[in-house]
C-alpha cells in the first residue's frame, strides 16, 4: 500500500500576552469582527491543506470552550505548556496516533492572524521535497546594532540576518524528537531552534511582511489595516 503524506497544523495558544497588558490573553481581543486566534484559524482552514489542526490551550482558560471553531471537526484542543516549546509539543503529542513520522508539520502561532494562504502554499511547495523543512522568513531592512549596556560594540552583517516568522514546517517525527531532547532549554523559542541544535540546516522561504505578531497593543490596528488590505484582494 502506498502511503501519502499528509499535513497537519499546531497552533500555539497558550500564552498569557504579556506585553500586550489587556483584560485577557492577546489571542481573545476582537480583530476586524472575531477573535485574533478566530482569524488565525480561519486562515489555517481556507488552505484546505490540513489534516487536522492541534491547538495547545491553557488549562486555566474559560474563552477557548466559547469559541464555535473549537468545536470545529478538523480542529482539535491540546493542553498547553509552560513555554511555548511545551506547548508545541503537547500539540504534536494530541495527534501522535494519526500522524505518521514523515507527515509535514505546520506551526503556527496563534497571535499571527494576517497569514495569507498564499505563503501556506509558498512555504509548502518550496518545502515538501526537501528533507529537513525550513520557515518562512524575513530579511532586516534596519541596520542592526551588537550593544552592551546602551554602548553600541559593533554592526552586524545584516545580509545574514533573518527573521524567523511561522509557520515553521518539519517532519513529525523529526521535529518531536528534536523538541524532546530540547525539552527545557530557553534557547529553543522557535521549531528551527530545535532542529539547529541537532545540527540540521532548515530553510528559509522568503514570507510576506505583513504576517505579523501580534505583541504589543499598537499591531492590533496594524494588523485590522492588513485583513482589510487581503479582503479587498491587495
Ligand atoms: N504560547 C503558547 N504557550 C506558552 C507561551 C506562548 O502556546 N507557554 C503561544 C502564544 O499563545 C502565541 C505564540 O506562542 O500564540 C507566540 O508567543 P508570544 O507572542 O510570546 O505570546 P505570549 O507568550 O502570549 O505573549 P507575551 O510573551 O507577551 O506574554
Ligand atoms: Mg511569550
Redesign the pocket.
Known sequence: MTHSTNFWAV??????????NADR???YLELAGKTVIEQTLTRLLQAEVFQGIAV?I?EQDPYWPELEISKHESVLTAP?????A???LSGLKAIRADASDDDWVLVH???RPCLTTSDIHLLIDSLKDDPVGGILALSSHDTLKDVQGKRITGTLDRTHIWRALTPQMFRYGMLKQALEEAEGNPAVTDEASALELQGLQPKIVEGRPDNI???RPEDLALAVFYLNQHLEGL
Not at 497552533?11 to 500586550?20: D, I, L, Q, T, W
Not at 498547553?80 to 511555548?84: I, L, M, P
Request: hydrophobic letters at 35%.
Open positions: 497552533v500555539p495558544a497558550a500564552g498569557v500576552g504579556k506585553r500586550m490573553p492577546k489571542q495547545a491553557s498547553g505548556g509552560k513555554e511555548r511545551d506547548s508545541v502561532d496563534a497571535a505578531k501580534i505583541t
